[in-house]
């Protein structure tokens, strides 16, 4: 069972400069990142032993040059699903 444990976006809604940023608990730590909206925006995850470790990739993603401005939302958001064409891992 997943938990939202935090979740960022960067207060863009343009379906091409829309960041959001989730670290999600499960047996290892998740942060998945979305460049997108949700029906055409890339994906892509990665898995930590330790929640220091997956918020220095959070604190990495948020300090990427993007547009808009960072903010924590509730975290009752689910993340995105997993899907087949969704990267595992790569650059934002």
Do not use: C, H, Y
């Not at 608990?25 to 929640?51: H, I, N, P, Q, Y």
């Not at 997993?82 to 891992?89: C, L, M, T, V, Y």
């Amino acid at each position: 069972m997943q938990e939202v444990v935090r979740r960022w976006w960067n207060g863009i809604w343009g379906r091409l400069t829309r960041r959001d940023v989730w670290l999600v608990r499960e047996t290892r730590w998740t942060v998945m990142a979305r460049a997108g909206d949700t029906e055409s925006g890339k994906v892509l995850r990665w898995e930590f032993d330790s929640e220091p470790q997956a918020l220095e990739m959070v604190d990495r993603l948020l300090r990427a040059d993007t547009a808009g401005q960072w903010r924590e939302q509730d975290r009752g958001t689910p993340p995105p699903a997993a899907g087949a064409d969704e990267a595992r891992r790569g650059t934002w």
